[in-house]
């Protein structure tokens, strides 16, 4: 049972980063109606970034994150008016293709540049033993860093004009218009949120795994069930159904080989689909 204990306070702290990952994909989506296909390799993109900075600066690594969260944004502005904001408002289907196209570019690129090689970050962090069990300094400051920008973005959507803008879009963008907001800046800051989220997750991803420029579509395919799982443009909801996956993941691991995970989280993707198809978030304050 101690055993089974660790492993899942493990996953706890792991799923706050999957919730992280899933904030990104989660925003989008509920504001644009836009599934962003190049989460993914922009998840890489942040493992990589984490990369060079810390082989430039070898300072704490989670200090790093300011600037990657940075880099997040800008880029996340370059892939909205380069391949975004010509199909808002069309089929979901040109906006998968637009953006997957932006998706096969980036990792056509990041191989060129880094191959498809295993990476990691050399950095560790002193953690705690209990037990027979150590928890890594890694783990838990990861968890909190997701923590900290998870809260950070509620109060910036509740409490800023800007995040109050995004929302205000999000739940009629026509009405808003009328009101005077302006939705292609709006639409243009989520998505570079979005997209800044996404860095960010991969970056702190970097510091616990080894990783190549193939890395982010596992973590894609997370957020897609932890977005699932949460109901769409809800960061927080989107943290809290990221520690529920990792908490699965951790009560399973003992029991199971661990190439059985995806097929489990698949089968939660489907069953959660079917019954709670806003989230059960959505659901439970429905």
Do not use: C
Request: without cysteine; charged residues 5%; proline residues 3%.
């Amino acid at each position: 049972m101690s055993g089974i204990l660790a492993s899942m306070i493990d996953g706890l702290l792991i799923g706050s980063v999957y919730g992280l990952a899933a904030m990104g994909l989660s925003l989008i989506w509920g504001v644009m109606d836009v599934i962003n296909l190049t989460h993914g390799s922009v998840i890489a993109l942040g493992m990589f970034g984490m990369y060079i900075l810390f082989a430039a600066f070898p300072v704490n690594a989670y200090f790093l994150l300011l600037p990657i969260l940075a880099a997040g944004l800008l880029l996340g502005l370059v892939i909205y008016w380069i391949s975004v904001h010509w199909v808002i408002g069309r089929s979901q289907l040109s906006s998968l293709l637009s953006t997957f196209a932006v998706n096969m570019m980036i990792i056509g690129i990041g191989t060129a540049i880094w191959s498809t090689s295993p990476y990691n970050v050399n950095f560790t962090l002193r953690g705690f033993t209990v037990g027979d069990y150590t928890f890594t300094g890694n783990h838990i400051a990861a968890a909190t860093a997701a923590v900290i920008i998870a809260l950070a973005l509620e109060l910036f959507l509740y409490r800023t004009r800007p995040g109050k803008a995004i929302r205000a879009v999000a739940d009629n963008r026509e009405a808003a218009e009328l009101m005077g907001i302006s939705s292609t800046m709006v639409l243009a800051l989520a998505f570079a949120i979005g997209i800044a989220l996404a860095a960010s997750s991969g970056a702190l991803v970097s510091t616990l795994f080894p990783f190549t420029i193939l890395s982010g579509a596992g973590y894609q395919m997370k957020s897609f069930v932890v977005t699932v799982l949460a109901g769409l443009g809800k960061p927080l909801g989107a943290l809290a159904a990221g520690v529920l996956l990792g908490l699965l993941e951790g009560a399973v691991t003992p029991f199971i080989a661990v190439s059985w995970i995806p097929l489990i989280e698949f089968g939660l993707f489907v069953v959660v689909l079917v019954a709670f198809p806003k989230g059960i978030f959505t659901r439970a304050t429905a």
